[in-house]
Each structure stands twice: as structure tokens, then as C-alpha cells.
């Protein structure tokens, strides 16, 4: 069982989550010109006019550190009150993100240290989010006395391989992706072989590990999910592990993309198997999300809980995209890249003119221009230079490798000419004509003097983020909540945001 402790995390009541939700939209619903924006269309639809123009005038003068900071709660003493209580009311709601002191909050934690045999191929992020994931996962499945474990969305099968070789579950992985489970039992395999060398030498004596079972779908639904469980292949590995005739299930997830997370929930309360969920979401952007009209039956990401659903409060994609951005990223980034990424919003979105005035056809698409952001900076790294493409996909020899910015008004760099660059990359991406008679120059002057309020109205927008993904969560853990007594859940920050930043899990199981 959980412990005290866990209390500041999960002893909020149904009828306390449904407050603390209200208050959210109360607080976030005067703000809708931010959460329902998107930094392109700055200056399309000229959004700094929507803010207080007290705001404006005061953040417009800080430096960028302190911008960046506003969405992790930050103020000055000296801002105005309104402002003030804009940032630290959005601080106050949002869930507490730092990661949780798991050995206190569950007894007899095993934490692994896993080896580099079963590490090979996980960046620092995913062991990170491995070990701690797996152990309470393990301790989950101790507690509801089941030893089958249904990886769902699996990807190449790191926390299933955990599970089975670490901590001794029978495990199914079940991703989408034949390419994915191809490389998780290949994976397995060759991991196999040290740890049945390694009972060979214990006294164990020679009795072989198993592999988890890798299983090739894609799951649309909870019934389709359920579907899986009666299986010739998922019940027999299941049945195998197990002293009755029936399996108990503990369903896990990390980071199940869109409405994945929420099929778990629901195929948690839906199948009698189903003992415990251990779920981590991702991706809220892609969650379907119900609108106003739309008939009651139809099962969606997002709203799921009654309450939620009784506000009538939709938000829509860019809400939701908003609600993945991560503040503690923010805080910590170097002052070159947040002058770059400023920079680069402003590109964007004077881009975003050339689009309208020339291409309006394409705006209707919702066109992105893409991020090659891993490999250039990687790229510069490498190289030791800090360059103003990192996420343009431009060529880093294009833009002046020099801590300068348009906030800083350099003389000695010409705006002009890496904007038409900018946009003639974006253009490629989008197979749109390379027309001559694009006036590149007279966009981008047209709108520089506006440049330097991205930096403000950006962290602003930010500061909604958290927020926004608190109540994502929060009906998700209304909606188990509504079920009745005979669930238990809370919600709890399992990984270290600075290094994950969705680490909220869900934990949820059946007494």
C-alpha cells in the first residue's frame, strides 16, 4: 500500500478534484486569447494587441533569463500587481511537478540499478525514466498480487525488458509498430543470454529467464484492447504465470501517446483482468477531443470525466499542444538559446505572412515547416558553435554563429536576408514555388518593431502550460474517481521533470 506521505499527492476527494478543476477554468477563461492563440499567427492577427498593455510595456525592458523564468512562477516586485497575480495564481494550480521520493511513498521499493547489458541504446533520459518507472510498476504489481504486466505502446521494448529481466514479470509488449516488436525480441533475446549466464552461476542453478511476448497491434480502443486479452498467445503467457485459472493484469504504459493513455483507463474500469494501471501520458495534442453538439456516445481523449464534461469548457488543439511545453526546460535554458528561440518564433511567424499573402490556400492545411533540431544541434556541439538555425532545418552555416539577437537591434547582421532564407526553406518543405516578386524585405520590416514583444507574450502564453496540463490530468483522475470506492488512485511526478518533463504518472488499482 501507498503511504502517508503520499498524501500532498492523492488524497484529494472527487468532489475536492472537481474544485480544484473549477478553478482552474475560472482562472484561465478571461485568458483565451493566450491558450487558444498560436505564436505563428503573432503577427497575422496582431495577438500582443489582446494583452494588457501594461504587461507589454513592462516585460518588453527584461532581460531574457527573466522572461524564460515567468513560466516556472517567476515576478519582480516591481511589476504591476495585475501581472503579478496572472503568474503566481497559474503557479499555485498547477500540480506539483517535482519528482515524488519514491522509497518513502511506497515500502520496500526495489529500485534497480539496471546494467549496461539491459541499458544498451537508452539515452540518459530513458534509463532515467526506466528505473524509476519499473519499480514502481513492480511494486504496484506486488501489491495487487499479479505477475503479468501489458506493456501498451511499447516502442523497443525498454521498461517491458526491465520488468522481465529485473524484476521477474511475465510481460507482454504490444506496440503498433511490426518494426518495433521486431527489434524488442530481437533486444530481448541477446540480453537473455547474460542473464541466463548469470543464474548459471547463482544458485538458481540453470533454469533459464523468459522474453517478454511481443505482441503487433494497434489499439483504437478499450474493446479492442480487451479483445487482446483473450488471445490464444497474450492468455497462455498470461495463464503460464499464474496459480488460478484466472490472470490478474497490472496495464502500464510510458508516455502512450494521445488517447492511448486514456484507452488504459478505460480498460482498467472495463475488464475484470485488470487489477491495477500504472500510466504516463504524452502527446496531448493528439488527444480526440469532444466538442459541443457532438453526440454523448462517442468515446473521446478528452473531456472523459462527467464533471469536466458538465463545465463545458473545450479547448481545442493549440490549448493542448500548449500543455505539453515544459517549464523546467525553460528556467534552465542558456540565455543564447532563448534569444535564438525568440528569434525563431518571430521568423516563424512573419513566415506566416508570406503564407497568408501569397499562399492563403495553404494556411487552410495547418502547415508546419519541420524541426531538425536534434541533429543540428548535436551538429553544433560537435563543432562548439551556438547558431540561430538549431530549429529551422536551415543550414547552420546560414545564420551568424555570434550571441546576437533582434532584441539586441545588431548592426552587423542583416535580418532581412536570414528571414527570406528562413522562409525559402519553409517554402521547400511545403513544396510551395519559389515566386521572385515575394517582397521578403518589406514583410519582415513591416513587422520587426514588434519582434522584440515575442519574448514577452511567449512567456506569457507559457506560463498556461502547466496549468493546462494539470487539468488534463486532473479529469483523468476525476473521471476514475467518479467510479467509486473500490478504486484507489492518485497521481504522482515519478520521473525528474528537469530531465522528463511529462512525468506525471497515474496509479490506479482495485480494492
Known amino acids: 500500500m501507498i503511504m502517508e506521505d503520499s498524501c500532498k499527492y492523492s488524497c484529494a476527494t472527487a468532489t475536492e478534484t472537481l474544485e480544484w478543476i473549477r478553478d482552474i477554468i475560472h482562472f484561465i477563461k478571461p485568458y483565451s486569447f493566450f491558450w487558444q492563440s498560436h505564436v505563428v499567427n503573432f503577427f497575422t492577427d496582431r495577438l500582443w494587441e489582446a494583452v494588457d498593455e501594461e504587461w507589454i510595456e513592462c516585460l518588453r525592458t527584461e532581460s531574457v533569463e527573466c522572461l524564460t523564468l515567468i513560466p516556472s512562477g517567476f515576478v519582480h516586485g516591481h511589476w504591476p500587481a495585475s501581472l503579478k497575480n496572472f503568474i503566481s495564481t497559474a503557479s499555485s494550480l498547477a500540480f506539483p511537478r517535482e519528482q515524488a521520493d519514491l522509497k518513502k511513498l511506497f515500502p520496500d521499493i526495489p529500485v534497480a540499478s539496471l546494467n549496461n547489458v539491459i541499458t544498451q541504446g537508452m539515452n540518459q533520459k530513458k534509463r532515467h525514466e526506466i528505473e524509476a518507472l519499473a519499480a514502481v510498476v513492480s511494486s504496484v504489481a506486488k501489491d495487487v498480487k499479479t505477475n503479468t504486466v501489458i506493456d501498451l505502446g511499447a516502442g523497443q521494448g525498454y521498461l517491458s525488458q526491465v520488468l522481465c529481466f529485473e524484476y521477474q514479470l511475465s510481460v507482454v509488449a504490444i506496440?503498433?509498430?511490426?518494426?518495433?516488436?521486431?527489434?524488442?525480441?530481437?533486444?530481448?533475446?541477446?540480453?537473455?543470454?547474460?542473464?541466463?549466464?548469470?543464474?548459471?552461476?547463482?544458485?538458481?542453478?540453470?533454469?533459464?529467464?523468459?522474453?517478454?511476448?511481443?505482441?503487433?497491434?494497434?489499439?483504437?480502443?478499450?474493446?479492442?484492447?480487451?479483445?487482446?486479452?483473450?488471445?490464444?498467445?497474450?492468455?497462455?503467457?498470461?495463464?503460464?504465470?499464474?496459480?488460478?485459472?484466472?490472470?490478474?493484469?497490472?496495464?502500464?504504459?510510458?508516455?502512450?501517446?494521445?488517447?492511448?493513455?486514456?484507452?488504459?483507463?478505460?480498460?482498467?474500469?472495463?475488464?475484470?483482468?485488470?487489477?491495477?494501471?500504472?500510466?504516463?501520458?504524452?502527446?496531448?495534442?493528439?488527444?480526440?477531443?469532444?466538442?459541443?453538439?457532438?453526440?454523448?456516445?462517442?468515446?473521446?481523449?478528452?473531456?472523459?470525466?462527467?464533471?469536466?464534461?458538465?463545465?463545458?469548457?473545450?479547448?481545442?488543439?493549440?490549448?493542448?499542444?500548449?500543455?505539453?511545453?515544459?517549464?523546467?526546460?525553460?528556467?534552465?535554458?542558456?540565455?543564447?538559446?532563448?534569444?535564438?528561440?525568440?528569434?525563431?518564433?518571430?521568423?516563424?511567424?512573419?513566415?506566416?505572412?508570406?503564407?497568408?499573402?501569397?499562399?492563403?490556400?495553404?494556411?487552410?492545411?495547418?502547415?508546419?515547416?519541420?524541426?531538425?533540431?536534434?541533429?543540428?544541434?548535436?551538429?553544433?556541439?560537435?563543432?562548439?558553435?551556438?547558431?540561430?538555425?538549431?530549429?529551422t532545418g536551415l543550414d547552420t552555416h546560414e545564420f551568424p554563429c555570434k550571441p546576437n539577437s533582434i532584441f539586441e537591434k545588431a548592426e552587423n547582421v542583416d535580418r532581412c536576408s536570414l528571414f527570406e532564407k528562413f522562409s525559402r526553406s519553409g517554402m521547400h518543405r511545403l513544396n510551395l514555388n519559389q515566386m521572385q516578386n515575394i517582397d521578403f524585405a518589406g514583410i519582415?520590416?513591416?513587422?520587426?518593431?514588434?519582434?522584440?514583444?515575442?519574448?514577452?507574450?511567449?512567456?506569457?502564453?507559457?506560463?498556461?502550460?502547466?496549468?493546462?496540463?494539470?487539468?488534463?490530468?486532473?479529469?483523468?483522475?476525476?473521471?476514475?474517481?467518479?467510479?467509486?470506492?473500490?478504486?484507489?488512485?492518485?497521481?504522482l511526478p515519478i520521473f525528474n521533470p528537469k530531465i522528463s518533463p511529462r512525468n506525471v504518472g497515474i496509479i490506479a488499482k482495485k480494492i
Not at 333 to 354: C, I, P, W
Not at 360 to 374: A, E
Open 444 to 491: 519582415w520590416k513591416e513587422f520587426e518593431s514588434f519582434a522584440e514583444l515575442i519574448g514577452p507574450y511567449w512567456s506569457l502564453r507559457a506560463a498556461l502550460g502547466p496549468v493546462l496540463e494539470t487539468l488534463i490530468l486532473l479529469d483523468r483522475l476525476l473521471f476514475l474517481q467518479e467510479q467509486g470506492n473500490h478504486i484507489e488512485v492518485f497521481m
Open 175 to 391: 506496440d503498433a509498430s511490426s518494426h518495433h516488436g521486431k527489434i524488442t525480441h530481437a533486444r530481448a533475446e541477446r540480453i537473455k543470454k547474460h542473464y541466463d549466464a548469470k543464474m548459471r552461476k547463482s544458485s538458481l542453478g540453470g533454469k533459464g529467464v523468459m522474453i517478454p511476448k511481443t505482441v503487433t497491434s494497434r489499439v483504437l480502443s478499450s474493446d479492442m484492447l480487451k479483445t487482446l486479452f483473450d488471445s490464444k498467445d497474450i492468455n497462455a503467457n498470461c495463464l503460464s504465470h499464474s496459480s488460478n485459472d484466472t490472470c490478474p493484469i497490472l496495464l502500464t504504459g510510458l508516455h502512450a501517446c494521445g488517447d492511448l493513455s486514456v484507452t488504459m483507463l478505460r480498460t482498467f474500469l472495463e475488464s475484470e483482468e485488470v487489477q491495477a494501471v500504472v500510466s504516463i501520458g504524452c502527446c496531448y495534442n493528439l488527444l480526440s477531443e469532444e466538442e459541443k453538439g457532438k453526440d454523448d456516445d462517442v468515446l473521446c481523449g478528452y473531456p472523459i470525466s462527467k464533471g469536466v464534461k458538465s463545465t463545458g469548457l473545450y479547448l481545442g488543439r493549440n490549448s493542448r499542444d500548449l500543455a505539453c511545453q515544459s517549464a523546467d526546460r525553460w528556467k534552465d535554458m542558456e540565455k543564447d538559446a532563448s534569444l535564438h528561440n525568440f528569434e525563431l518564433h518571430a521568423f516563424r511567424a512573419a513566415f506566416q505572412v508570406v503564407l497568408s499573402r501569397y499562399f492563403p490556400k495553404t494556411l487552410t492545411g495547418s502547415p508546419t515547416i519541420g524541426r531538425q533540431g536534434k541533429t543540428l544541434r548535436r551538429q553544433q556541439q560537435n563543432s562548439k558553435i551556438n547558431c540561430c538555425g538549431a530549429e
